[in-house]
């Protein structure tokens, strides 16, 4: 089965968010949900003292978010993409929750949402 994956050069994004717009259009993803992100970074080098890193579910062979979510919402599909079903999700985020130790960010939105601790990956 063909895998696909997504190439971005960091070093190019101006945190225009056009890969959110575009993952949220392939994805069917509703309004003010996000299965990717731009995290923005202090850098003294840059011109503007910030640097943009985007990042994305990345679809893993064995995800995480699968074996946390506890209504079983999340699911690995058979094309090897990681979906959510918007009718079993509780909006409980516990497949937002970063593996123990990793540096990835909590994939939330606006203040409403990190209230509510409800998005979809």
Request: charge should be positive.
């Amino acid at each position: 089965m063909s895998r696909y994956i997504m190439a971005i050069d960091a070093n190019k994004c101006i945190n225009c968010k056009a890969c959110v717009l575009a993952c949220q259009q392939r994805n069917g993803t509703p309004y003010g949900h996000s299965r990717n992100w731009v995290r923005e970074t202090p850098d003294k080098l840059s011109l503007l003292g910030t640097a943009y890193q985007p990042g994305a579910c990345m679809h893993c062979d064995h995800p995480l978010c699968v074996e946390a979510c506890p209504t079983h919402a999340t699911y690995k599909a058979d094309d090897g993409s990681v979906g959510i079903d918007p009718e079993r999700c509780i909006g409980c985020g516990g497949s937002l929750m970063p593996p123990t130790g990793s540096t990835l960010p909590r994939r939330v939105i606006s203040p409403v949402m990190a209230m509510l601790a409800f998005t979809f990956l």
